[in-house]
Nanobody, 130 residues
Framework: VQLQASGGGEVQVGGSLRLSCAAS????????IGWFRRAPGKEREGISC????????YYADSVKGRFTISSDNAKNTAYLQMNSLKPEDTAVYYC????????????????????????WGQGTQVTVSS
């Protein structure tokens, strides 16, 4: 099983990046692909997820309206289009996979993408400079 995240880099405030997550070793169509990020000194944050079987998506409030997740089942690849980037988007971004659907948990701070993922990829650094 392998999840290969790529597409990170350095961009100025307001710029865009597209991250890719190439999957292999499992049935892509049966899984949901998630994107998480960890900024320095902060907890890991689940920011988006897409169910490959039905295309249902989830976005954290912090990225809603700016980021768009998509998947190409023929290529076993998911994407995260990130627009209007802000300095607070600076983080290491990770993709993940879990069976079937995006699992969103309701906690004291509101809904959050479950970190109980089946597979994790390596991170790709995104740096937004002002």
């Amino acid at each position: 099983v392998q999840l290969q995240a790529s597409g990170g880099g350095e961009v100025q405030v307001g710029g865009s990046l597209r991250l890719s997550c190439a999957a292999s070793g499992f049935t892509f169509d049966d899984h949901a692909i998630g994107w998480f990020r960890r900024a320095p000194g902060k907890e890991r944050e689940g920011i988006s997820c897409i169910s490959s079987s039905d295309g249902v998506t989830y976005y954290a409030d912090s990225v809603k309206g700016r980021f768009t997740i998509s998947s190409d089942n023929a290529k076993n690849t998911a994407y995260l289009q990130m627009n209007s980037l802000k300095p607070e988007d600076t983080a290491v971004y990770y993709c993940s996979a879990t069976l079937q659907f995006c699992e969103v948990q309701i906690g004291v701070r509101g809904p959050a993408l479950s970190t109980a993922q089946d597979y994790w990829g390596q991170g790709t650094q995104v740096t937004v400079s002002s």
